[in-house]
């Protein structure tokens, strides 16, 4: 399925993104508020779990094009996360910092939650944003999600945002994303 927006295509990801999604995954400023940059290998091992969930018919992760260019910016999408126990949806994204503020990332979640709960049926999806990350904090508030709690996931402080359906349902038929 290929989701698209104002300024945006997000289509599934291929073998052949490896060296781009490979260059932004080194890129420090892109990969902030995770787990660091990662090498060329452990990029490749995302890739192929990302693949294998698409192919699986899981939710998955979104190569992120920019309609104007053509070129691939970042990543949109679904992460399989278990967090306090529980097994989770998260939706995740990372931009280019060429890209940031200019409401980017609003537009790909605002696509990837409406690709959640109407197309995909699940019933709730969760962001999990690091405490000084302000920007996602905004992404996700002006995608409708709301604080559920805080906790440590990997080592880190987190805060965790939610939606459900009936939330979604409620919501969003009266508006798009802000």
Known sequence: MILQTARLILRPFAESDLDRIGELMANEE?????????????????????????????????????????????????????VDGAKEIEIGYRLHPDFWNRGLATEAACAIRDHAFRDLQLERVISLIHPDNHASRRVMEKNGMTIEKRTTFRGFPTIVFSMNQETWQRQVRSATCR
């Open 30 to 82: 892109f990969m902030k508020f995770s787990m660091g940059p990662m090498t060329r290998q452990q990029t490749a091992t995302f890739l192929q779990k990302v693949l294998l969930w698409s192919q699986a018919g899981l939710p998955s992760q979104f190569a992120v094009i920019e309609r104007e260019t053509g070129s691939l910016i970042g990543y949109c999408g679904f992460l399989h996360q278990e």
